[in-house]
């Protein structure tokens, strides 16, 4: 049951990326395909299991030294690797016991300069690419983080080949410029395309709030597919574009989580 809710929760995810960026690159939809997915465990799955020992952070006692599929950097203002992977637990408080059905599994990134990163291989030089994850900026009411903390919160995703960065996307906590508002507390969807310029590429999370406050951004969901190209845009394929960077797409509700 666990396995088929994130199957069917990764799919929604690449096809709505799918569809929007084939508006934004002016594709036809009906020629937009979603295949599988170039990203190894990424909704974080995979060794969830060891991650139970909250807060969950890598190398942490009782959990896990990696998260599978994934490598890691320590923030310019940690001096331990504060990344790790937490669950959402409908009715819970985020300790969990164990990691249940109906769980929704997230990778953290505590402490600016933090990030994850990921090798895509099988990527065809010239194809284009839609990106989209899930993402929330973390809100404790009991820190001492401030209403400007939160707007300066902020998470840095790429895709580059070499020194060449291919696509990229900021979103910030609450603002809306630049890039696109992610919100304290609730994943929402963030998406970006790029065009392949080698059959292997680099993505990278980074957590690029600034080394101020505790800040922790989370991630799940995250699904890269090629697009195919075709002449005109349909006008659906618009109003779902427009309808995502509202902002009204695929929310989900955790309740607060709080990592030392």
Known sequence: MYASISSRKGTFVAALATTALTAMLGVNSASATTTTNLV?????????ANFQTFPGYTGGTGNASAITDWTTTV?????????GINLL??????????????NFVFA????????LFQQIGGLTVGQAY??????????????????ADLTAQALTASVTNGSQTDGSLVSNGTNTAPGTVMVPNFFKLQLFGFTAS???EMLSFTNSSPATFDSAVDISGVV???????????????????????????????RRLRRA
């Open 40 to 48: 190894a465990n990424g909704d974080f799955t995979a060794n969830a």
């Open 75 to 83: 923030g310019y203002a940690t001096t331990t690797d504060n990344t």
């Open 89 to 102: 637990s409908q009715g819970g408080n985020g300790s969990p016991a164990a990691f249940q059905p109906q």
């Open 108 to 115: 953290f990134m505590q402490g600016a300069g933090t990030g």
């Open 130 to 147: 839609s990106v989209s994850y899930l993402a929330a900026s973390r809100y404790d009411p009991s820190s001492t983080v401030t209403s």
């Open 198 to 200: 080698a059959t292997s």
């Open 224 to 254: 890269i597919d090629p697009i195919n190209s075709s002449a005109v845009p349909e006008p659906a394929s618009w109003m779902l574009l427009l309808s995502a960077c509202a902002g009204g797409l695929l929310l989900l509700n955790p």
